[in-house]
């Protein structure tokens, strides 16, 4: 099948490491992989000039908002910041809104004689992108939700248009042919919007198994890294609030005392490491911590392999814990087991006392009690590593997922032809 990927989201770098990023490009990959074509359109390239470029397997439709749309909005915005003297959310959002507009137009004359057999579209603030063209070119039109956006914009960005958004939202999912929802968490947020039960399905997150599988540490990167012969706890991703990992230096106060040897890596970095730096140094726990910084995601894996049990202490939100960690997915399938929260889908993917261990989220003494009881039990942490793993490699797939969206695909575009021919 001919699919145009639209991914109209500003704040996804296609060619970027967020990992939002590395889900547009995975899933794009299997769909390669099971020889699908795919041509991926989207704004937004690099975060940042310095940053190298991430390598797409499908050909590339870069479709930035044009000059003079993008100049109306900058100076929307300096007028904004001049009178009110701090930034509003207003200017972004009438970016997504022009660039509605423009997409549409440009994809529409790019596809005019040979348009895509189906469209698939990671679903952005105010976007209707994948709507509209679906209409055009007469074809299904799949959305992946991967949050609640306009409900997310509205709590902690502001919205400037106010309702807006959140009407454009329900209008675009009561309309599609399929919503696609990252976790049951949010398919239930989606259902509360009145959309039928029939069109959404739950696709959590995956991992490409031929990246991420349990293998040997690699001694260069060990050493490089000076974490010793000691026991490893690891963490991927933002070092920010929600990600818990202001508990790092509580946990490490209790652990290190018994197993003197423990090293903690932290793959990533982010507003909070500043803060994690001063709380390690006057707990004099700064050896015990290694900071390798962002990694290329090519390399995450070759990292992972390194711990011997993963940590994602997400802290208790006020709101539903709708989220599908990419890094839940890729600890496990290298053979790591976790100990996590029970909150959301965390709880459905780790089987507790089988592929980790869970405690209740923002129990600190809950956390420090369950890596004490895999830093003890080599054994045990041995056998769920690899329980993790299976499971991991089972369920959990790109080309698993992407296998599904081409069956729905299948039958949406069979429905449409005995629609038509009845």
Known sequence: MKILYLCPDFGIPVQGEKGASVHVRELIAAFGRLGHSVVL?????????????????SPLLHIPLNPENDAVVIRLKNFLEQTLGTPTSLPGEL????????????????FSETPPDFIYERAALYSTLGLSLSKKFNVPVVVELNSPLALEQSTYRGNGFG???GQIEETMLSQVDAVLTVSESLREHVMAAGIVPEKIKVFPNGVNPLVFHPGESDSKIRA???????????????????????????????LVPRYPDLRLVIVGDGPLRATLDRELEQRSLTRHVVFPGWVGHEDVSDFIRLFDIGLAPYVPLNHTFYFSPLKLFECM????????????????VVRHGETGLLYSAGDLDGLVTACDQLLQDVPLRRRMGQA?????????????????????ARSLLAGRRHAQES
């Not at 310095?50 to 397997?57: A, I, R, V």
């Not at 010793?228 to 946990?251: A, D």
């Not at 399938?333 to 459905?348: D, F, K, T």
């Not at 993790?388 to 729905?408: C, G, S």
Request: hydrophobic residues 40%.
């Open 41 to 57: 359109a989207a704004p937004k390239l690099n975060k940042s000039p310095w940053e190298q470029p991430e390598t797409l397997s």
């Open 95 to 110: 970016r997504r809104i022009l660039y509605n507009l423009e997409a549409e137009e440009k994809l529409s004359r790019q």
């Open 163 to 165: 309702p807006l958004a």
């Open 224 to 254: 490089r890294l000076d974490v010793g012969k000691g026991p490893v706890l690891g963490f991927v991703g933002g070092l920010r609030p929600w990600h818990g990992v202001e508990t790092f230096p509580l946990l490490l106060e209790q």
């Open 333 to 348: 399938a290298c053979g790591v087991p976790m100990v996590v929260p029970r909150l959301g889908q965390i709880e459905e």
């Open 388 to 408: 993790a793993a299976k499971h991991i490699h089972d369920q959990h797939t790109w080309d698993h997922n992407a296998t599904r969206v081409a069956e729905l």
